[in-house]
Protein backbone atom coordinates (compact mmCIF):
# COMPACT_ATOMS: atom_id res chain seq x y z
CA UNK A 1 0.00 0.00 0.00
CA UNK A 2 1.70 3.36 -0.79
CA UNK A 3 2.38 5.62 2.53
CA UNK A 4 -0.12 8.65 2.67
CA UNK A 5 1.61 11.53 0.71
CA UNK A 6 0.66 13.86 4.02
CA UNK A 7 1.87 11.78 6.99
CA UNK A 8 -0.10 12.41 10.14
CA UNK A 9 2.06 15.25 12.29
CA UNK A 10 2.77 13.34 14.95
CA UNK A 11 3.94 10.59 13.33
CA UNK A 12 7.34 9.92 14.22
CA UNK A 13 5.58 10.62 17.84
CA UNK A 14 7.69 11.92 20.20
CA UNK A 15 8.63 11.63 23.91
CA UNK A 16 5.79 12.77 25.73
CA UNK A 17 7.82 13.72 28.84
CA UNK A 18 8.37 16.75 26.14
CA UNK A 19 5.50 18.25 25.84
CA UNK A 20 5.52 19.96 29.44
CA UNK A 21 8.75 21.17 28.39
CA UNK A 22 9.70 24.67 26.44
CA UNK A 23 12.84 25.10 24.61
CA UNK A 24 15.43 27.04 25.96
CA UNK A 25 14.67 30.95 25.36
CA UNK A 26 18.02 32.77 24.43
CA UNK A 27 18.30 36.01 25.89
CA UNK A 28 16.99 38.41 23.14
CA UNK A 29 19.65 39.58 20.78
CA UNK A 30 20.67 43.07 20.40
CA UNK A 31 20.05 45.43 16.94
CA UNK A 32 23.95 46.80 15.54
CA UNK A 33 25.15 49.44 17.76
CA UNK A 34 22.53 48.52 21.04
CA UNK A 35 23.57 47.66 24.19
CA UNK A 36 23.19 43.62 24.89
CA UNK A 37 22.25 43.14 28.31
CA UNK A 38 20.09 40.01 28.51
CA UNK A 39 22.79 37.35 29.15
CA UNK A 40 24.43 38.40 31.82
CA UNK A 41 27.83 37.97 29.75
CA UNK A 42 31.05 40.00 30.13
CA UNK A 43 31.52 43.72 28.95
CA UNK A 44 34.62 42.71 27.72
CA UNK A 45 36.28 40.75 24.95
CA UNK A 46 38.77 37.85 25.84
CA UNK A 47 42.32 38.29 27.16
CA UNK A 48 44.52 38.58 24.52
CA UNK A 49 46.36 35.35 26.28
CA UNK A 50 43.46 33.50 26.38
CA UNK A 51 42.95 34.05 22.45
CA UNK A 52 46.55 33.01 22.07
CA UNK A 53 46.04 29.92 24.00
CA UNK A 54 42.79 29.19 21.44
CA UNK A 55 44.71 30.50 18.18
CA UNK A 56 47.49 27.92 19.15
CA UNK A 57 45.38 25.03 19.08
CA UNK A 58 43.44 25.57 16.07
CA UNK A 59 45.93 23.62 14.06
CA UNK A 60 44.66 20.40 15.95
CA UNK A 61 40.99 20.92 14.91
CA UNK A 62 40.86 17.70 12.86
CA UNK A 63 41.80 15.54 16.47
CA UNK A 64 38.97 15.32 19.12
CA UNK A 65 39.72 16.60 22.45
CA UNK A 66 41.41 14.85 25.85
CA UNK A 67 37.79 13.59 26.87
CA UNK A 68 39.24 13.33 30.40
CA UNK A 69 39.89 17.02 30.32
CA UNK A 70 43.60 16.35 32.68
CA UNK A 71 45.15 19.46 32.26
CA UNK A 72 42.12 22.17 33.41
CA UNK A 73 41.02 19.37 35.80
CA UNK A 74 44.25 19.07 37.31
CA UNK A 75 44.76 23.31 37.61
CA UNK A 76 41.18 23.12 39.61
CA UNK A 77 41.95 19.79 41.87
CA UNK A 78 45.34 21.70 42.81
CA UNK A 79 43.46 25.34 43.14
CA UNK A 80 40.87 23.89 45.16
CA UNK A 81 42.53 21.11 47.33
CA UNK A 82 40.44 18.02 46.21
CA UNK A 83 40.93 15.04 44.22
CA UNK A 84 40.70 15.32 40.86
CA UNK A 85 38.33 12.50 40.26
CA UNK A 86 36.01 14.56 41.85
CA UNK A 87 36.40 17.08 39.37
CA UNK A 88 34.06 17.29 36.10
CA UNK A 89 33.88 19.62 33.12
CA UNK A 90 31.48 20.03 30.94
CA UNK A 91 30.02 22.28 28.01
CA UNK A 92 29.02 25.13 30.27
CA UNK A 93 27.68 24.65 33.57
CA UNK A 94 24.32 24.07 32.82
CA UNK A 95 25.52 20.81 31.25
CA UNK A 96 26.87 19.92 34.61
CA UNK A 97 23.53 20.86 35.76
CA UNK A 98 21.91 18.62 33.66
CA UNK A 99 24.79 15.60 34.48
CA UNK A 100 24.10 15.78 38.28
CA UNK A 101 20.27 15.46 37.93
CA UNK A 102 20.84 12.27 35.48
CA UNK A 103 23.19 11.03 38.14
CA UNK A 104 20.91 11.31 41.12
CA UNK A 105 17.00 11.64 40.22
CA UNK A 106 14.57 9.70 37.47
CA UNK A 107 10.88 8.93 36.57
CA UNK A 108 8.89 9.28 39.91
CA UNK A 109 11.63 11.57 42.13
CA UNK A 110 11.30 15.31 42.70
CA UNK A 111 14.07 18.12 42.39
CA UNK A 112 13.57 20.89 44.60
CA UNK A 113 14.64 24.63 44.02
CA UNK A 114 13.40 28.03 44.26
CA UNK A 115 11.68 30.17 41.80
CA UNK A 116 12.18 32.17 40.27
CA UNK A 117 15.50 30.88 39.59
CA UNK A 118 17.84 30.00 36.77
CA UNK A 119 15.68 29.15 33.51
CA UNK A 120 17.49 26.13 32.77
CA UNK A 121 16.47 23.99 35.73
CA UNK A 122 12.50 23.01 35.30
CA UNK A 123 13.52 22.18 31.54
CA UNK A 124 16.51 19.71 32.51
CA UNK A 125 14.76 17.78 35.33
CA UNK A 126 11.63 16.78 33.48
CA UNK A 127 13.64 16.01 30.47
CA UNK A 128 15.45 13.66 33.22
CA UNK A 129 11.73 12.42 33.88
CA UNK A 130 11.82 13.76 37.72
CA UNK A 131 9.50 16.51 38.72
CA UNK A 132 10.21 20.06 39.25
CA UNK A 133 9.31 21.27 42.86
CA UNK A 134 9.70 25.39 42.59
CA UNK A 135 9.66 27.05 46.21
CA UNK A 136 8.31 30.57 45.77
CA UNK A 137 11.22 33.26 46.59
CA UNK A 138 10.75 35.33 49.88
CA UNK A 139 9.36 38.67 49.91
CA UNK A 140 12.83 40.08 49.56
CA UNK A 141 13.54 37.94 46.30
CA UNK A 142 15.47 35.38 48.37
CA UNK A 143 15.44 32.36 48.89
CA UNK A 144 13.00 30.71 51.13
CA UNK A 145 15.37 27.76 52.65
CA UNK A 146 12.68 26.77 55.10
CA UNK A 147 9.86 26.45 52.66
CA UNK A 148 12.36 24.23 50.49
CA UNK A 149 13.18 22.16 53.74
CA UNK A 150 9.25 21.57 54.26
CA UNK A 151 9.18 21.06 50.07
CA UNK A 152 11.34 17.95 50.44
CA UNK A 153 9.84 14.68 50.56
CA UNK A 154 11.41 10.48 50.11
CA UNK A 155 11.37 11.76 46.70
CA UNK A 156 13.56 14.19 46.61
CA UNK A 157 17.17 13.22 45.17
CA UNK A 158 18.43 16.83 44.66
CA UNK A 159 17.88 20.86 45.47
CA UNK A 160 19.77 23.13 43.65
CA UNK A 161 20.44 26.42 45.54
CA UNK A 162 21.42 29.34 42.85
CA UNK A 163 23.26 31.56 44.97
CA UNK A 164 23.39 34.45 44.02
CA UNK A 165 20.26 33.80 42.28
CA UNK A 166 19.58 34.48 39.04
CA UNK A 167 17.56 36.76 38.24
CA UNK A 168 17.15 38.42 41.51
CA UNK A 169 20.83 39.12 42.53
CA UNK A 170 20.17 38.35 46.26
CA UNK A 171 22.23 35.50 47.87
CA UNK A 172 21.93 33.08 50.87
CA UNK A 173 24.82 33.96 53.64
CA UNK A 174 26.98 31.21 54.19
CA UNK A 175 25.90 30.36 58.17
CA UNK A 176 22.30 30.26 56.75
CA UNK A 177 23.66 27.90 53.36
CA UNK A 178 25.43 26.21 56.59
CA UNK A 179 22.00 25.67 58.51
CA UNK A 180 20.24 24.70 55.49
CA UNK A 181 22.56 21.87 54.44
CA UNK A 182 22.98 20.34 57.36
CA UNK A 183 19.26 19.73 57.49
CA UNK A 184 18.69 18.59 54.18
CA UNK A 185 18.75 14.60 54.41
CA UNK A 186 22.13 13.08 53.68
CA UNK A 187 20.53 10.84 51.20
CA UNK A 188 20.01 14.42 48.52
CA UNK A 189 22.49 16.46 46.90
CA UNK A 190 22.52 19.94 47.55
CA UNK A 191 23.64 21.34 44.16
CA UNK A 192 25.01 25.00 44.90
CA UNK A 193 24.98 26.74 41.65
CA UNK A 194 27.88 29.42 41.96
CA UNK A 195 27.74 30.77 38.79
CA UNK A 196 28.06 34.43 39.58
CA UNK A 197 30.09 33.72 42.70
CA UNK A 198 32.89 35.68 41.82
CA UNK A 199 30.44 39.03 42.08
CA UNK A 200 29.48 38.11 45.93
CA UNK A 201 31.41 40.12 48.04
CA UNK A 202 29.53 38.24 51.19
CA UNK A 203 29.90 34.33 49.88
CA UNK A 204 32.37 33.53 52.41
CA UNK A 205 33.25 32.05 56.13
CA UNK A 206 34.94 34.83 57.40
CA UNK A 207 36.89 31.51 59.07
CA UNK A 208 37.38 29.61 56.07
CA UNK A 209 41.20 28.95 54.75
CA UNK A 210 41.75 31.34 51.67
CA UNK A 211 38.86 33.38 52.66
CA UNK A 212 40.19 36.54 50.01
CA UNK A 213 39.83 34.23 46.66
CA UNK A 214 37.19 35.44 45.01
CA UNK A 215 36.15 31.98 43.88
CA UNK A 216 36.41 30.11 46.74
CA UNK A 217 33.13 30.77 48.18
CA UNK A 218 30.49 29.29 50.53
CA UNK A 219 30.12 26.19 48.28
CA UNK A 220 33.09 24.73 48.32
CA UNK A 221 33.53 25.11 52.32
CA UNK A 222 30.39 23.32 52.80
CA UNK A 223 31.76 20.33 50.60
CA UNK A 224 34.50 20.14 52.05
CA UNK A 225 32.24 20.17 55.38
CA UNK A 226 29.36 17.64 54.17
CA UNK A 227 28.98 14.25 52.06
CA UNK A 228 26.03 15.36 49.92
CA UNK A 229 27.12 18.98 48.65
CA UNK A 230 28.11 19.72 45.04
CA UNK A 231 29.42 22.63 43.57
CA UNK A 232 28.68 24.49 40.27
CA UNK A 233 31.09 27.01 38.89
CA UNK A 234 31.51 28.66 35.02
CA UNK A 235 34.06 30.33 33.10
CA UNK A 236 31.15 31.64 31.24
CA UNK A 237 30.29 35.02 33.00
CA UNK A 238 32.98 36.33 34.70
CA UNK A 239 35.37 34.86 33.26
CA UNK A 240 34.01 36.09 29.74
CA UNK A 241 34.19 32.63 27.96
CA UNK A 242 30.74 32.21 27.49
CA UNK A 243 30.77 31.57 23.66
CA UNK A 244 33.33 28.65 24.88
CA UNK A 245 31.43 26.51 26.65
CA UNK A 246 33.54 25.17 29.70
CA UNK A 247 32.13 24.96 33.23
CA UNK A 248 32.92 22.27 36.31
CA UNK A 249 31.20 20.28 39.20
CA UNK A 250 32.99 19.52 42.42
CA UNK A 251 30.97 16.39 43.62
CA UNK A 252 30.82 13.30 45.69
CA UNK A 253 32.88 10.92 44.32
CA UNK A 254 30.13 8.59 43.82
CA UNK A 255 28.05 11.37 42.00
CA UNK A 256 31.02 12.55 39.65
CA UNK A 257 31.28 8.85 38.40
CA UNK A 258 27.92 8.30 37.63
CA UNK A 259 28.32 12.12 35.88
CA UNK A 260 30.66 10.48 33.46
CA UNK A 261 28.62 8.27 32.81
CA UNK A 262 25.70 10.34 31.35
CA UNK A 263 28.16 12.83 29.80
CA UNK A 264 27.52 13.23 25.92
CA UNK A 265 31.35 12.20 25.01
CA UNK A 266 33.48 15.27 23.79
CA UNK A 267 31.52 17.58 25.12
CA UNK A 268 34.19 19.90 26.33
CA UNK A 269 36.55 20.71 22.85
CA UNK A 270 40.21 21.41 23.41
CA UNK A 271 39.75 24.65 22.71
CA UNK A 272 37.67 25.62 25.41
CA UNK A 273 40.02 23.64 28.08
CA UNK A 274 43.04 25.51 26.80
CA UNK A 275 41.10 29.03 26.97
CA UNK A 276 40.08 27.85 30.63
CA UNK A 277 43.43 26.84 31.92
CA UNK A 278 44.72 30.67 29.96
CA UNK A 279 42.27 31.86 32.54
CA UNK A 280 43.54 30.68 35.25
CA UNK A 281 46.56 32.19 34.71
CA UNK A 282 45.46 35.20 33.98
CA UNK A 283 43.49 35.80 37.44
CA UNK A 284 44.66 39.39 38.16
CA UNK A 285 43.38 40.60 35.34
CA UNK A 286 40.51 38.99 35.25
CA UNK A 287 39.69 40.47 39.11
CA UNK A 288 40.20 44.01 38.04
CA UNK A 289 37.56 43.10 35.28
CA UNK A 290 35.48 41.70 37.86
CA UNK A 291 35.52 44.84 40.16
CA UNK A 292 35.05 47.01 37.39
CA UNK A 293 31.59 44.97 36.49
CA UNK A 294 31.03 45.01 40.31
CA UNK A 295 31.01 48.90 40.04
CA UNK A 296 28.86 49.24 36.83
CA UNK A 297 26.42 47.13 39.20
CA UNK A 298 26.14 49.26 41.89
CA UNK A 299 25.90 52.04 39.70
CA UNK A 300 22.99 50.63 37.55
CA UNK A 301 21.25 49.35 40.96
CA UNK A 302 21.55 53.02 42.33
CA UNK A 303 20.29 54.52 38.26
CA UNK A 304 17.45 53.09 38.40
CA UNK A 305 16.59 53.69 41.76
CA UNK A 306 17.03 57.45 41.38
CA UNK A 307 14.60 56.70 38.26
CA UNK A 308 12.21 55.57 40.18
CA UNK A 309 12.14 51.45 39.66
CA UNK A 310 12.17 49.25 42.61
CA UNK A 311 15.75 47.66 41.98
CA UNK A 312 16.79 44.55 44.19
CA UNK A 313 20.78 44.92 45.97
CA UNK A 314 22.61 42.42 43.61
CA UNK A 315 25.49 40.53 44.45
CA UNK A 316 26.21 39.04 40.84
CA UNK A 317 26.88 40.58 37.57
CA UNK A 318 23.16 41.81 36.56
CA UNK A 319 20.40 43.92 38.41
CA UNK A 320 16.66 42.49 39.11
CA UNK A 321 13.95 44.77 38.70
CA UNK A 322 10.67 43.44 39.72
CA UNK A 323 8.80 45.63 38.06
CA UNK A 324 5.35 43.46 37.94
CA UNK A 325 2.85 44.81 35.56
CA UNK A 326 5.43 47.47 34.52
CA UNK A 327 8.06 45.43 33.40
CA UNK A 328 6.97 45.87 29.48
CA UNK A 329 6.79 49.62 29.92
CA UNK A 330 10.37 49.28 30.98
CA UNK A 331 11.04 47.13 28.89
CA UNK A 332 9.89 49.40 26.12
CA UNK A 333 11.91 52.39 27.33
CA UNK A 334 15.26 50.48 27.89
CA UNK A 335 14.64 49.03 23.92
CA UNK A 336 13.53 52.86 22.75
CA UNK A 337 17.07 53.69 24.83
CA UNK A 338 19.06 51.41 22.54
CA UNK A 339 19.45 48.71 25.76
CA UNK A 340 18.25 45.11 25.04
CA UNK A 341 17.40 43.18 29.14
CA UNK A 342 15.58 40.23 29.56
CA UNK A 343 11.93 40.98 30.53
CA UNK A 344 10.08 38.17 32.47
CA UNK A 345 6.50 39.70 31.48
CA UNK A 346 4.19 40.93 34.43
CA UNK A 347 7.05 39.50 36.37
CA UNK A 348 10.24 42.29 35.88
CA UNK A 349 13.29 42.88 33.95
CA UNK A 350 17.22 41.72 34.13
CA UNK A 351 19.50 43.84 33.22
CA UNK A 352 22.99 42.57 33.07
CA UNK A 353 25.95 44.75 34.64
CA UNK A 354 27.92 46.24 31.40
CA UNK A 355 30.42 48.40 30.43
CA UNK A 356 30.17 51.77 32.09
CA UNK A 357 28.82 53.29 28.30
CA UNK A 358 26.20 50.63 28.44
CA UNK A 359 24.97 52.10 32.27
CA UNK A 360 25.28 55.02 31.08
CA UNK A 361 22.59 54.48 28.12
CA UNK A 362 20.86 52.76 30.69
CA UNK A 363 20.51 55.89 32.46
CA UNK A 364 19.64 58.21 29.45
CA UNK A 365 17.14 55.39 28.49
CA UNK A 366 14.92 55.92 31.94
CA UNK A 367 15.72 59.91 31.83
CA UNK A 368 13.79 60.05 28.24
CA UNK A 369 10.63 58.61 29.82
CA UNK A 370 7.33 60.67 30.22
CA UNK A 371 7.83 59.64 33.82
CA UNK A 372 10.58 61.74 34.00
CA UNK A 373 9.45 65.60 33.70
CA UNK A 374 12.81 67.07 34.35
CA UNK A 375 13.78 65.71 30.61
CA UNK A 376 13.59 67.57 27.89
CA UNK A 377 11.83 65.34 25.54
CA UNK A 378 9.18 64.44 28.50
CA UNK A 379 7.33 67.37 27.71
CA UNK A 380 7.28 66.90 24.22
CA UNK A 381 5.96 63.28 24.61
CA UNK A 382 3.45 64.92 26.95
CA UNK A 383 2.27 66.97 23.89
CA UNK A 384 2.44 64.24 21.32
CA UNK A 385 0.07 62.24 23.57
CA UNK A 386 -2.30 64.93 24.83
C1 LIG B 1 24.63 31.36 33.24
C2 LIG B 1 24.29 30.37 34.31
C3 LIG B 1 24.78 29.06 34.32
C4 LIG B 1 25.56 28.39 33.29
O1 LIG B 1 26.17 28.98 32.33
P1 LIG B 1 27.11 28.13 31.39
O2 LIG B 1 27.40 29.09 30.32
O3 LIG B 1 26.36 26.92 30.93
O4 LIG B 1 28.29 27.75 32.20
C5 LIG B 1 24.48 28.24 35.37
N1 LIG B 1 23.74 28.65 36.36
C6 LIG B 1 23.23 29.87 36.38
C7 LIG B 1 22.40 30.27 37.53
C8 LIG B 1 23.47 30.76 35.35
O5 LIG B 1 22.90 31.96 35.37
Known amino acids: ?30 PAGASKLSSNESPHPPLPSVVSAVADRLGSLHRYPQMAAPEIIGRLAERYRVDPALVTVGAGSVELASQLIHAVAGEGDEVVFAWRSFEAYPSLVRIAGATPVMVPLDAEHRHDLDAMLAAITERTRLVFVCNPNNPTGTVVGPEELERFVAAVPRDVLVVIDEAYVHFDGSAYFADAPGATDPERGAGLELFRRHPHVAVLHTFSKAYGLAGLRIGYAIAPSAVAAAQRKVAVPFGVTDLAQAAAVASLDAQDELAVRIAEVTAERDRLHDVLIDAGWPAVRSEANFVWI ?24 GEGVRISAGSAQDVDRVAAALAASTRNPAHPTAAVREEATA
Open 1 to 30: MPLPVTPPAEIPPTNPRLDAVPAYRQGRSA
Open 322 to 345: PAGERSAELDGLLHDGGVVARTFP
